[in-house]
């Protein structure tokens, strides 16, 4: 028996090869909730049955768990192996894996909920929120300049906040939101690292921090004599 965990954040129907195999080679498949991901598994020609209740032990039997839920799963298969262990072996199968920065989206979509929902998060403006981005940032240095990293980790996301909702408020009326953030910093990063991302386009390839930082000036200072509403960061 399987237990497949399948990530929210990946596109329903979007499976490892393990998954496939798994659920074309199962006799039965069982999911408890109705959701996209399963939906997607039935619509490849999978036939998937409605579980009620707990899943109890059925060889051959692959059960669907609830999406992300991976400590679900875990705990269903060390419950149906029982105390022994390899009696009845159950295994967790992982159909599909978070990327590096899949974390950010579920920040995107509490800060969408939030706008919807709260009323105090709804009334907020770019001006009422002007001086929180300085103040997280001032916390953010405290917290660097203590060394502590955990306290770090914890102030970041203070200050990630504020990104994400600036960017949340500005989707609304100013034609731009947190992707149009992220790509713009995303190509800033790859125009000014050519050492990384181009370097056949360099007569001399920098391979010093003090040239690399060189190189992001001179090449900064191109840009905004190009462009007058670029910003010196």
Same mark, same amino acid.
């Given at each position: 028996m399987q237990v497949l965990v399948l990530s929210p954040r990946v596109a329903p129907g979007i499976l490892? !090869?393990?998954?496939?195999?798994?659920?074309? @080679?199962?006799?039965?498949?069982?999911?408890?909730?109705?959701?996209?991901?399963?939906?997607?598994?039935?619509?490849?020609?999978?036939?998937?049955?409605? @579980?009620? @209740?707990? +899943?109890?032990?059925?060889?051959?039997?692959?059960?669907?768990? +609830?999406?992300?839920?991976?400590?679900?799963?875990?705990?269903?298969?060390?419950?149906?192996? @029982? +105390?022994d262990g390899g009696e009845r072996p159950v295994e967790v199968v992982f159909g599909s894996y978070d990327l590096p920065g899949s974390g950010l989206?579920?920040?995107?979509?509490?800060?969408d909920r939030l706008r919807r929902e709260c009323p105090w998060t709804a009334a907020q403006t770019h001006e009422s929120l002007a001086r929180y981005v300085l103040e997280e940032a001032h916390e953010v240095h405290e917290a660097l300049e203590e060394g502590d990293s955990e306290h770090v980790r914890e102030e970041l996301g203070d200050l990630l906040m504020q990104v994400v909702f600036h960017a949340r408020i500005a989707a609304e009326s100013r034609g731009w939101d947190v992707d149009?953030?992220?790509?713009?910093?995303?190509?800033? !990063?790859?125009?000014?690292?050519?050492?990384?991302?181009? +370097?056949?386009?360099?007569?001399?390839?920098p391979t010093t921090a003090d040239e690399i930082d060189a190189q992001w000036q001179r090449i900064k200072l191109t840009e905004r004599a190009s462009d007058p509403y670029s910003h010196p960061h």
């Open positions: 490892t !090869l393990a998954a496939w195999d798994a659920l074309r @080679g199962a006799s039965t498949v069982r999911a408890g909730v109705d959701d996209p991901h399963v939906r997607a598994i039935a619509d490849s020609g999978v036939a998937v049955e409605a @579980g009620t @209740g707990s +899943p109890t032990y059925e060889p051959g039997t692959v059960w669907i768990a +609830p999406t992300g839920d991976a400590t679900w799963a875990r705990r269903v298969a060390d419950d149906l192996m @029982g +105390p989206l579920d920040v995107v979509d509490v800060m149009d953030v992220a790509a713009g910093i995303a190509a800033k !990063l790859i125009r000014r690292n050519p050492h990384v991302f181009a +370097p056949e386009t360099l007569d001399h390839v």
